[in-house]
Every structure is written in C-alpha cells, then in structure tokens.
C-alpha cells in the first residue's frame, strides 16, 4: 500500500471548515483512499472513500487531485465533537481488503 | 456498517499470565482483523482471522503469543499469553465492508502489571 504523509497538528475554530491535506504521491491506480478518526478512548471511525472522484456524505467531503497525489478531508462546519486523530489510509483492496496500514495522522483540535 | 462488541473492555492482569479477548459482530463477515495501539502510537495490524483456516499473522506477531480462534462467521477471540508489562496496550477488532471500509470495536485496555 502507498505511504501517505499528514501534518502532525491542526488547529480549527468552532463552527468553520476544518480542511485536513494528505499527501500520497506513490499511490497506485486500483487503490483507494479511505479516511478514518479516533476520537480519544474509542476505536476508529470510518469517515469517507474515494477512488479519483470527489465524494461527499453526510460526514464530510472528500477532494482528490486529478493526478491522486493528494486529498483533502473536509469537515464544513467543525464541532468540538469532531476533535480527534485523523488517519488517511490507501489501499487497493484484493489481498490487502480491510488490512489497514496506519501512519500517524493529524491531531485535530477545535477550539470555541 | 457494522456493530462489533469486544469484552472485555479492560483488564488489569498480572505478568506471565494470559487474556483471551473476545470479539462478536452482528453479522456474518468472511475476515476478521485484530489490531494493537500501544500507549501514544497508532493502531498496528496483528492478524486476519479467517473462518475455517489458520490466522494469517503479520510481520513481528507470531502465533504463541497470540492465538487467535475464529470458530463461526460472528466471532472470534485473541489471546495474549505469557503477558509482560510492554503487552500493556488496546486491542481493537475490526471487520470491512463493501469497498473495504473498515469497522471497529471500541477497543480492550489492557494493562500488565
């Protein structure tokens, strides 16, 4: 599965769009991107997917780039409820389907 | 999605003694996958267990120390055995669906004293 590089920390105010970049330029063309948050003491939570074409659920938007080197996880208007560690995650399915490799992601904290 | 229950949700157990983790989802899945977040770290994947075959074990995790039944398409256990104090960590389950989103449950603290 490709690597993917996110930042450490990120900071959000209450009420704005908290907007969270993941890089993953080696990503292969059958794989997928899959984000997922941990907020503290609980197990992960799977947020959204995409494959190269932009996704919205009632969570959170998804952007890929046209050339999949990155994506960006968009949470529109950031809750306190929404402070937690974000992982970006790709992988191809087959073999690998549900076997997730996870870095270290991105510590949101939202601030009132 | 998917509703998965681990229990237990924590323990304090004492070195050199063994913990058997039990996992139950509400519906019948082909893999199961167990997971290890150590204190401060992100979640390592241990193993695939699958119906009917061996547990398929990641690099770094061997079989002796964690056994892993999966007896039905709803169930299965992790054991942690001859436990010491840098087994202290959470165990996670989880199953995929469609695409390969991944579920989890809410995790078992475990810590060796």
């Known amino acids: 599965d490709a690597k993917t590089t996110q930042p450490t920390s990120m900071d959000c105010a209450e009420g704005r769009a908290a907007n969270l970049p993941c890089n993953h330029s080696t990503i292969s063309g059958n794989e997928y991107v899959y984000w997922y948050r941990q907020i503290h003491s609980q197990g992960p939570q799977y947020i959204i997917h995409?494959?190269?074409n932009n996704e919205t659920n009632e969570m959170a938007s998804l952007i890929i780039t046209e050339d999949r080197k990155s994506s960006t996880l968009i949470l529109p208007h950031a809750t306190l409820r929404d402070t937690a560690v974000y992982y970006c995650?790709?992988?191809?399915?087959?073999?690998?389907?549900?076997?997730?490799?996870f870095g270290q992601g991105t510590i949101l904290t939202v601030h009132p | 999605s998917a509703v998965i229950s681990q229990k237990p949700s924590r323990d304090i157990c004492q070195r050199g003694t063994s913990l058997t983790i039990q996992c139950q989802v509400d519906s019948q899945v082909t893999m199961m996958f167990w997971y290890r977040q150590q204190p401060g770290q992100s979640l390592t994947l241990i193993a695939t267990?699958?119906?009917?075959?061996?547990?398929?074990?990641e690099s770094g995790f061997v079989i002796d120390k964690f056994p892993i039944s999966r007896p039905n398409l709803t169930f299965s256990t992790l054991t942690v055995s001859n436990m010491s104090p840098e087994d202290s960590s959470i165990y996670l389950c989880?199953?995929?669906?469609?695409?390969?989103?991944?579920?989890f449950g809410q995790g078992t603290r475990l810590t060796v004293v």
């Open positions: 267990a699958n119906q009917g075959s061996e547990a398929t074990y």
């Open positions: 995409g494959l190269k």
């Open positions: 995650i790709v992988n191809a399915g087959g073999t690998s389907y549900g076997k997730l490799t």
């Open positions: 989880s199953v995929a669906r469609g695409l390969g989103e991944a579920f």
